[in-house]
């Protein structure tokens, strides 16, 4: 079958059947391997196809082109780091402003294991082509530092421009942690200097 046109969408067919699902689950492991192995730059549907054990005809079946299988897995990237950060947020037994910082960014840093490489190569890919994935994460912390909470760090209740504020600040320096990798600050400073902002808003 001839390769489809990457110029077609990169909108991916969500799979009904347990059977599908699998073969999905196949592509998206597939992919992971390429990406852990090679990076971006070797990383086609017939390798993806080839690695998964599929046809390239069942492959885009459920996916036109890469873009899409990358796109689809970071969707999944970013709904389990909203998950980690959401409870890293809303953890009462955290008492303290920087133990709070420490446990929202390791959530986001600190969760990958020994494929890190391969889900920070998805991260990167999602936020260099912009978009709003992190948009449900985003509106989430807001409305966390927007509201009262009876205990734990963060407990009052900020103004809605300081919590916006201060999310998308958290925002953009967790994206920079992810873009920059080993290169980064360390992990610990990095939450020394966000409790250091958050201490001007609360």
Request: overall charge positive; proline content about 2%.
């Amino acid at each position: 079958m001839a390769k489809k046109s990457e110029k077609q969408g990169t909108s991916a067919r969500q799979p009904r059947q347990d059977r599908s699902r699998h073969k999905v689950e196949l592509i998206f492991e597939a992919t992971i391997r390429l990406l852990e192995k090679g990076g971006l730059d070797g990383l086609t549907t017939n390798a993806i196809a080839l690695s998964a054990g599929v046809s390239i005809g069942t492959l885009y079946q459920f996916f036109p082109n890469k873009e899409a299988i990358l796109g689809s897995l970071a969707d999944r990237e970013i709904a389990a780091m909203s998950d980690r950060v959401t409870e890293a947020m809303e953890n009462v037994t955290i008492a303290s402003t920087q133990a709070r910082i420490e446990a929202v960014v390791h959530a986001v840093l600190e969760s990958y294991g020994a494929r890190r490489a391969a889900h920070r190569l998805v991260m990167e890919y999602s936020l260099e082509r912009g978009g709003n994935r992190l948009s449900p994460l985003l509106t989430k912390i807001i409305g966390h530092l927007s509201r009262e909470r009876g205990a734990g760090a963060f407990r009052h209740a900020m103004g809605q421009a300081d919590a916006f504020v201060l999310a998308h600040a958290f925002a953009g320096v967790l994206r920079a942690m992810i873009r920059q990798g080993r290169d980064a600050p360390p992990q610990k400073e990095v939450a020394n200097a966000l409790a250091r902002l958050v201490s001007g808003l609360i």
